[in-house]
């Protein structure tokens, strides 16, 4: 079975609201990273957050990291059209593995 | 963006033909990885190569095999197609293991085994 997963599994929202995914994960991680995908093309890496962090920010992007609670969430803020993509984190269980969860698919509507 | 090329792009075999998907990377990064895409299953980790003729099993790897001989090429070979194995393949590099770096994917290859 696989270490991350995501939810929910489908997000639909208006242009300018937020979007908030989480990550659930089943043992102790390195780092855990969140990556994009748009329709048909490969992953984009968006963010990494270590496990001595607690919350990181790049652009409009919030992730925060609860190890005691093996979770993570992202928030998107101010969505846009050009966000409408699958979201997935990566953990690696303390290996050099790199697994993904299922994915969130998150629908921008204008 | 990285550079990193999987070919073919597409292909369509049939049942029990042996197929040989490629990932070439000139980034000179160590590790690599072969996922496989498949609705409602994200993607799942095949094989991966943590340097040249250093490989490991993933989640999936049953009815798959890699090689890899230089740095910059990574072979996912189906040994013989079956139905199942129709899905999207994803090569990815990163410079080092696990999360501690990211990871660049490539296009992706659709293959269909009919």
């Known amino acids: 079975s696989q270490q991350g997963e995501e939810d929910p599994q489908a997000l639909s929202i208006q242009e300018g609201e937020n979007a908030t995914m989480n990550c659930s994960y089943k043992?102790?991680?390195?780092?855990l990273q969140w990556y994009r995908q748009n329709s048909g093309r490969g992953l984009v890496h968006l963010i990494l957050i270590r496990s001595n962090e607690r919350e990181k920010h790049s652009g409009r992007l919030r992730v925060t990291l609860d190890t005691s609670k093996k979770s993570s969430s992202l928030l998107i803020t101010a969505s846009r059209a050009a966000d409408t993509a699958s979201y997935f984190c990566a953990t690696d269980a303390l290996d050099y593995k790199l697994s993904f969860g299922a994915g969130t698919t998150v629908t921008v509507r204008a | 963006d990285a550079g990193i090329t999987q070919s073919p792009r597409h292909k369509v075999t049939e049942t029990g033909t042996p197929v040989t998907l490629r990932c070439h990377q000139t980034?000179?990064?160590?590790?690599m990885y072969w996922y496989r895409q498949d609705p409602g299953h994200g993607l799942r980790l095949i094989h991966y190569s943590y340097g040249v003729k250093d490989t490991d099993k993933g989640e999936v790897s049953d009815g798959y095999s890699v090689s890899r001989s230089k740095t910059e090429d990574f072979l996912l070979t189906l040994e013989s197609a079956t139905s199942s194995q129709t899905s999207v393949y994803f090569c990815a590099i990163s410079k080092q293991g696990g999360t501690d770096t990211e990871a660049f994917f490539g296009q992706g290859t659709r293959l269909t085994v009919v």
């Open positions: 043992t102790s991680i390195n780092n």
């Open positions: 980034e000179n990064h160590r590790y």
